[in-house]
């Protein structure tokens, strides 16, 4: 994650940032080649795809809420969570 200075820089700027960049300064996770792209995407979707969607939605809800509760909620509801992923899985 970028900080809010480098997020306005590149939103309301007409730079361009190569992959490498990218990378760098934490916008993206991961740069493969783009011979590579569809076989880790496909990957990806399977992984997603063969696991409990419950499970899933739970874990998009944990990543969601870092960014608006403070810790100690997030922590009790990323607690919460995992406890029904694992007794619902």
């Known amino acids: 994650m970028v900080g809010p200075g480098l997020a306005r820089q590149l939103y309301l700027g007409d730079e361009r940032i190569d992959a490498a960049s990218a990378l760098?300064?934490?916008l993206v996770g991961v740069?493969?080649?783009?011979a590579e792209l569809t076989a880790?995407?496909?990957?990806?979707a399977a992984r997603l795809a063969a696991a409990p969607a419950h499970v899933?939605?739970?874990m998009k809800a944990n990543l969601n809420d870092g960014d608006v509760l403070d810790l100690e909620q997030h922590l009790d509801r990323e607690n919460a969570r995992f406890v029904e992923a694992r007794?619902?899985?």
């Open 87 to 89: 007794l619902t899985h």
């Open 40 to 44: 880790r995407v496909s990957a990806l």
């Open 24 to 26: 760098r300064i934490g």
């Open 31 to 34: 740069v493969v080649p783009a």
């Open 56 to 58: 899933v939605r739970l």
